[in-house]
Structures are given as structure tokens and as C-alpha cells.
């Protein structure tokens, strides 16, 4: 061995090199902070309407037969189609005074 073991010179007390500075290492954290916040406070409302508009084209506005069938149904049996043979309207009006 050349030298002892441990340290052979002094350390090095400022090394500016590697240093991290405060006021640098606020700034960047605090402005990243931001930075994400606005980032999410336009993105979120834009995400939201995207997803709305799927769920309408998707979902919505998708032909649904079993739907139709069972409104068309509603429908006849509202209009007089019914044991009684009495429309809604028909009812609706007796109702009334």
C-alpha cells in the first residue's frame, strides 16, 4: 500500500461543483409544483369532456332494438291497447274537472 487507510487530505469544505443551492432547489420544486396544477387544471376539464362525448357516441346514441321494441309496446298499451281499452289521454281527461 502507498498510503495509509482513511483519509488522506482534508475535505474539501464548499465544493461548488456538487453544492445544491436552496433558493434554486424552492424555485424548481415550487414552479414544478405549479406547473403540474395548471397542467391538471386545463387537461381535467378537457379529459372529462372527451370521456363525455364517448359515453353519448358509445352508449347514447348506440341503436339499442330491445329498447325500441319494449317502447313501442309502452306505447300501443298506452293508447288503448290495454284490458280496459281506455287510451291515457282518455283517462287524463276523465280525471279532470
Same mark, same amino acid.
Given at each position: 500500500?502507498?498510503? #495509509?487507510?482513511?483519509?488522506?487530505?482534508?475535505?474539501? @469544505? !464548499?465544493? @461548488?461543483?456538487?453544492? *445544491?443551492? #436552496?433558493?434554486? #432547489?424552492?424555485?424548481?420544486?415550487?414552479?414544478?409544483? *405549479?406547473? !403540474?396544477?395548471?397542467? !391538471?387544471? !386545463?387537461?381535467?376539464? *378537457? /379529459?372529462?369532456?372527451?370521456?363525455?362525448?364517448?359515453?353519448?357516441?358509445?352508449?347514447? $346514441? #348506440?341503436?339499442?332494438?330491445?329498447?325500441?321494441? *319494449?317502447?313501442?309496446?309502452?306505447?300501443? /298499451? $298506452?293508447?288503448?291497447?290495454?284490458?280496459?281499452?281506455?287510451?291515457?289521454?282518455?283517462?287524463?281527461?276523465? $280525471?279532470?274537472?
Amino acid at each position: 500500500m502507498d498510503h #495509509a487507510p482513511g483519509a488522506t487530505h482534508e475535505a474539501v @469544505p !464548499l465544493d @461548488p461543483e456538487n453544492d *445544491i443551492d #436552496a433558493k434554486s #432547489a424552492v424555485r424548481w420544486v415550487v414552479g414544478g409544483a *405549479i406547473a !403540474l396544477f395548471v397542467s !391538471l387544471w !386545463l387537461m381535467v376539464p *378537457i /379529459f372529462i369532456q372527451v370521456q363525455d362525448r364517448e359515453i353519448q357516441k358509445k352508449v347514447n $346514441l #348506440a341503436p339499442n332494438q330491445r329498447f325500441d321494441e *319494449i317502447y313501442a309496446g309502452e306505447k300501443q /298499451f $298506452l293508447d288503448g291497447d290495454n284490458p280496459t281499452k281506455k287510451s291515457i289521454q282518455s283517462v287524463v281527461d276523465s $280525471l279532470r274537472r
